[in-house]
């Protein structure tokens, strides 16, 4: 059964995009990810205009990112205040990030831009994620102790000043890395269609030292600020919001959130990452190697000006 | 939606020497709702000729005009990378040239030309990229930057669009199915874009154009896709707003819908 897209102006098949966006809502329920960096490559595939794809996605993200922080919270595993100082700098990132994004559109390097954005980004937290779940993995199984957790909190995060204390995360730190850190992802959220969980749920681990208890609420909660934000601000400046689009997908989207939550209590929480690293690899890589092949054609039609 | 409807009744014979053409739309509008998937248009008409000469019919639909952004790949530094986008005026959204035989049989190249006849044939040019200067001591020359790889732009252009579906030509699309009564039939994709497209009938003998019509063809939304559209375009803030509020209460509703306990 095929649908019109009013915005996309392509008519697209609705039950696989329902399918599709259950598929990515059970990964991101089952990982505490918004997906965004496996459902916009796939719908730019289908056909989709790239910058309704990525416009759209903020809001499926923002979606099933809402319908799982909520069963987070009842757990008390969000630290709202550090997501709270997250967004802040997400906020400032996001509004950077459209207008870097649409300047790129203009001189024609987007696709350059986020293809280089996938391979380096997906592919170094992928290939880590992956190094680090393996050997946990190997050692469980030779029954080897755990290395030693190297905990010494790196010093320039307690020198600077503006401390404020985070009580859910039990930590006494700046609000400098953290801002810092929320804006970077806004850009990234902007450019490549993403929530950002994928960088900010190791960065709150191995930079900011938050518990690993919280950090999947956490970034979820700042991701949802962050999408709303993008969102409005696409289609507010861009009118590139397919909103048919978004409601296939959050269909599925929120319901396969909630499934995927309840399926990753039954994992072991390496096997799970994993499983992460490897998809996220797998995207970079696909996303980023065609930039070193010779292409069968060498012209590229721009979609749209300016928008 | 495109039926074969029975063809317009003949208007009587005009007895005049002069060779003439007519034709009707089955439908002038396309209606774009949720389950369009590209339509048919269906096109009939006739040739008045008392004479009988041999004859030729062109149809040519073509959509509106939307400016064109191309780049080039090119390898730098092993990475495949976008030149800067050269941006091409005159470029119809959409383009397909109908006819009986292959244009190039039907007419000389100055004179498909003039008529814009075929996708080779398109006036589209790159403004920007062109400048007026003197050369071999002419003044006022017109030349573009792009140099001699101009005419590669140029037909990247065409085959890029004939690639998505956009443009096309059907070098027998056009068939008489009696005398002096033809039948042209012509698809149009889901991608076409929205808006009014002009239909030009044209009449050939000897290799001229003898009598053209012209007709036009409205692609609309319907419905909910057009209240949507003109929610979009025309309060872009509102719909935004609305659109995350509505992601986000879908988000809240089900994850309360399956809270157990």
Redesign the interface.
């Given at each position: 059964m095929?649908?019109?897209l009013?915005?996309a102006?392509?008519?697209v098949n609705a039950p696989l995009l329902v399918a599709l966006g259950a598929l990515v809502g059970f990964i991101s329920g089952l990982f505490g990810i918004g997906g965004g960096f496996l459902m916009t490559p796939v719908l730019v595939f289908l056909g989709i205009p790239p910058a309704v794809a990525v416009a759209s996605m903020?809001?499926?993200v923002?979606?099933?990112?809402?319908?799982?922080v909520?069963?987070y919270s009842r757990r008390r595993s969000v630290d709202f205040r550090m997501g709270g100082v997250l967004a802040g700098g997400g906020v400032v990132g996001a509004v950077v990030g459209v207008e870097i994004f649409r300047w790129l559109r203009l001189?024609?390097?987007a696709?350059?831009v986020v293809a280089l954005a996938y391979l380096i980004f997906l592919g170094i937290i992928g290939g880590l994620m992956l190094w680090e779940s393996l050997g946990a993995i190997l050692r469980r199984r030779r029954n080897a102790p755990a290395p030693p957790r190297k905990d010494r909190r790196p010093p320039w995060l307690y020198g600077l000043p503006l401390k404020l204390r985070f009580p859910r995360s039990r930590l006494y730190i700046s609000v400098i890395p953290p801002i810092l850190l929320g804006a970077f992802v806004g850009v990234l959220s902007a450019i490549m269609g993403v929530g950002g969980g994928f960088i900010l749920v190791p960065a709150m681990v191995y930079i900011l030292r938050m518990p690993a208890s919280v950090v999947v609420g956490t970034s979820l909660f700042q991701i949802?600020i962050t999408t709303?934000l993008t969102?409005?601000?696409?289609?507010?400046?861009n009118?590139t919001?397919d909103?048919?689009l978004?409601?296939l997908l959050?269909?599925g989207g929120?319901?396969g959130?909630?499934f995927g939550a309840r399926a990753s209590t039954r994992f072991r929480a390496e096997e799970l990452r994993a499983l992460l690293a490897f998809i996220v690899l797998m995207v970079g890589l696909r996303m980023g190697l065609?930039?070193?092949?010779?292409?069968h054609?060498?012209?590229?039609?721009?979609s749209g000006?300016g928008g | 939606m495109a039926a074969a409807h029975p063809p317009p009744a003949l208007v009587p014979l005009q007895m005049g020497a002069a060779p003439a053409i007519s034709a009707a739309l089955t439908d002038a509008t396309v209606r774009v709702s949720s389950d369009f998937r590209g339509d048919k248009i269906v096109l009939y008409g006739a040739v008045f000729d008392p004479q009988a000469r041999p004859s030729d019919v062109v149809v040519i639909v073509r959509g509106p005009d939307q400016p064109v952004r191309i780049a080039r790949k090119s390898k730098i530094a092993g990475l495949w990378i976008n030149s800067r986008p050269v941006v091409f005026q005159g470029a119809p959204g959409f383009y397909i040239a109908a006819s009986t035989r292959p244009l190039d049989d039907i007419a000389r190249f100055a004179t498909l030309r003039k008529l814009e006849a075929g996708v080779d044939h398109l006036a589209i040019h790159a403004p920007d990229e062109q400048r007026v200067e003197t050369r071999y001591g002419i003044r006022d020359m017109v030349v573009s930057r792009l140099g001699a790889d101009y005419f590669d732009w140029r037909s990247a252009v065409i085959r890029l669009k004939e690639r998505a579906g956009l443009y096309d030509t059907s070098d027998h699309g056009v068939r008489f199915v009696d005398k002096g009564l033809f039948r042209a039939e012509i698809a149009l994709p889901a991608e076409a874009p929205i808006g009014r497209y002009d239909v030009r009938i044209l009449l050939f003998q000897n290799g001229q154009p003898v009598s053209e019509k012209d007709r036009s063809l409205t692609v609309e939304q319907v419905g909910l896709e057009r209240a949507l559209y003109l929610w979009a375009h025309q309060r872009p803030w509102s719909y935004g707003l609305a659109a995350m509020a509505f992601a986000l209460a879908a988000g809240w509703g089900a994850s309360s819908a399956f809270r157990r306990d």
């Open positions: 095929d649908i019109y009013p915005i102006e392509v008519s903020s809001n499926h923002a979606a099933s990112s809402m319908s799982s909520i069963s001189i024609g390097q696709d350059l949802i709303a969102g409005v601000l696409q289609a507010g400046r009118q919001v909103i048919v978004a409601v959050l269909v929120v319901l959130a909630q065609g930039l070193f092949f010779t292409p054609e060498p012209f590229v039609l721009m000006i | -």
